[in-house]
């Protein structure tokens, strides 16, 4: 992923390889529901996702709302996980604890 798009008209895009390679084999359909939640369970949601006509997948309504409520920050390093579960596909996000970038 290369942008987090956070306002109510963006969406959140995969990449064409991921989308196909990884996450498509996992979806019934077209379209259907994702649920997110973050690592430590405090916050989670239920969004739209798609196909999209570009072999995009897409997450079409509701990334706005978790990204506010789960306070995450432009900068902030992420891991995002998704796991199939006998319920469908869920996304799990996990927000890294470091307060300052890591210097090596």
Known sequence: MTETFATDI???YFTVPFSMGSLFPHMD???GELPITIGDGTTAITSS????VDKRATITRGWSDFFHRA????????AFAF?????????????SKLQEPLVI
């Open 83 to 95: 796991k199939c579960t006998s319920k469908g596909l869920c996304l799990i996000v996990y927000i």
């Open 49 to 52: 996702f798609i196909k999209g």
């Open 29 to 31: 359909g077209d379209q």
């Open 10 to 12: 963006k969406r959140m």
């Open 71 to 78: 306070h995450m920050n432009k900068g902030q390093a992420y």
